[in-house]
């Protein structure tokens, strides 16, 4: 699998976590909220850093730029459905602007950004899709060293607890992020 096949089965699997998510018991959906902010951020990691740097070379006009952008507001919108998981109303909302942007989002670097990136030679990306993988899982453990997980676990996400930013990138423990092929 390359790269380009490994960010449109990411894009399925945040679809369907969407999906689950919506009918999903209530007892369930925080941690589906994780779930989701765990695979949309390892998603935008592996686009910001790998991919959009060589989709510049091909894809014309600002369309990167308004990736980036909508990157900013998803991680926003995560922050928040990480700060509101546990409270129904708001993080119906929450999870509701999340999948409207994501969704747009996926359909148009679908349609303007994968066809040309599928031209271009797998080399372009400089390693193999796991090797990147494995290295924006290990870039979203380093992002702040005093992350620590709110229930003393594995198994948690937060927003950066020593900047304090609300627009910090979450930040997941090392045992949330896994690679496309292995289980959550």
């Not at 910001?48 to 091909?58: F, K, L, Q």
């Not at 894809?59 to 507001?73: L, M, N, Q, S, T």
């Not at 400089?126 to 494995?134: D, K, L, P």
């Not at 996400?157 to 930040?171: A, F, I, M, T």
Request: hydrophobic share 35%; net charge negative; aromatic share 4%.
């Amino acid at each position: 699998m390359n790269l380009i096949d490994v960010l449109i089965q990411q894009h399925r699997d945040a679809e369907a976590l969407f999906e689950a998510w919506h009918h999903a018991p209530e007892e369930e959906k925080p941690e589906l909220s994780l779930r989701l902010a765990e695979t949309l951020t390892l998603h935008s990691t592996l686009e910001e850093r790998w991919v959009y740097p060589v989709a510049r070379t091909v894809v014309e006009g600002p369309r990167i730029d308004f990736a980036v952008e909508e990157h900013g507001e998803m991680t926003q919108l995560i922050s928040e459905l990480l700060r509101v998981r546990h409270d129904p109303r708001r993080r119906e909302a929450t999870v509701r602007q999340l999948e409207a942007v994501a969704a747009q989002h996926m359909a148009e670097e679908e349609r303007e950004v994968v066809p040309r990136l599928r031209k271009m030679d797998a080399d372009a990306f400089g390693q193999s899709s796991a090797e990147i993988v494995r290295s924006a899982s290990d870039a979203g453990r380093k992002r702040c060293a005093s992350w620590r997980c709110p229930r003393q676990c594995d198994r948690g996400l937060q927003p950066c607890s020593g900047c304090g930013s609300v627009n910090q990138k979450v930040l997941p423990c090392p045992g949330v992020l896994t690679t496309p092929s292995s289980p959550p």
